[in-house]
Nanobody
């Protein structure tokens, strides 16, 4: 069973940047595709980005394309989400996710981290 721990959330002004990190343990990291989702109270969890096991292929939600970048370092068992040009509507709890296939990540058939709060002030 894989364990995921997010870090890097916080409060930032609109237009600013944050980088989220997700440390993965408990299994061979390079066997897993990984992703990020976000959720605001009262709404469903929203897909943000996903990356395949080797880091050669990624996919983004429409609302973050061109602003967010997902990456991973298999030597450090860590996946990152670089968030630029942040907007107040990016405010949410961000969750790291992992599964053994890229399609399973897109389908939210994943193991979850505990989440990290990102707040963007206007």
């Amino acid at each position: 069973q894989v364990q995921l721990v997010e870090s890097g959330g916080g409060l930032v002004q609109a237009g600013g940047s944050l980088r989220l990190s997700c440390a993965v343990s408990g299994s061979t990291f390079s066997n897993y595709a990984t992703g990020w989702f976000r959720q605001v109270p009262g709404s469903e969890r929203e897909f943000v980005a996903a990356i395949n096991w080797s880091g050669t292929f990624s996919k983004y939600g429409d609302s973050v394309k061109g602003r967010f970048t997902i990456s991973r370092d298999n030597a450090k068992n860590t996946v990152y989400l670089q968030m630029n040009s942040l907007k107040p509507e990016d405010t949410a709890v961000y969750y790291c996710a992992a599964s053994q296939t890229f399609s399973a990540v897109l389908a939210s058939q994943v193991s979850w981290g505990q989440g990290t709060q990102v707040t963007v002030s206007s």
